[in-house]
């Protein structure tokens, strides 16, 4: 599993202390923009509990943001005593000979990512 969707999914399982599922990502939906049986209705709710609500939004955009970058460049590491520089020059090297491939996929799904998380913040932010 890659890093960002060990991240994204740890999100998740904290907002709603549940494993990352599609339960928790409809949760997840419900806490930004709210109950969607009163989508587009206004309720009157105290000043506190809006804050805090926005508290809480602004802490998830934030760290769904966080994790939302992909990075090719991971450092390479080896626990094997023998054989350990060895796999890992090799595995630099492959590194190397797939860059020109990975970088544009790489980006474009940055670009999608990041998309996203506007596209939920700006939703977010008209549910107020």
């Known amino acids: 599993m890659s890093e960002t969707l060990r991240k994204t999914g740890q999100i998740l399982a904290e907002?709603?202390?549940t494993d990352a599922n599609?339960?928790?990502?409809?949760?997840?939906?419900?806490?930004?923009?709210?109950?969607?049986?009163?989508?587009g209705q206004k309720e009157e709710k105290k000043e506190e509990d809006?804050?805090?609500?926005?508290?809480?939004?602004?802490?998830?955009?934030?760290?769904l943001r966080e994790?939302?970058?992909i990075?090719?460049?991971?450092?390479?590491?080896s626990n094997r005593k023998v054989l350990g520089k060895l796999s890992v020059n090799v595995r630099r090297f492959y590194r190397r000979?797939?860059?020109p491939v990975m970088t544009p996929i790489i980006e474009d799904q940055n670009r999608f990512n990041?998309?996203?998380?506007d596209a939920i913040e700006k939703l977010s932010r008209n549910e107020k």
Do not use: W
């Open 97 to 99: 000979m797939m860059r």
């Open 22 to 39: 599609a339960e928790s990502v409809d949760a997840v939906a419900e806490k930004l923009l709210g109950h969607p049986n009163t989508f």
């Open 114 to 117: 990041e998309a996203v998380v």
């Open 15 to 17: 907002i709603e202390g």
């Open 71 to 77: 990075e090719y460049n991971h450092p390479l590491s």
């Open 67 to 69: 994790c939302s970058r």
């Open 50 to 63: 809006d804050g805090q609500r926005n508290a809480e939004r602004e802490e998830i955009l934030r760290r």
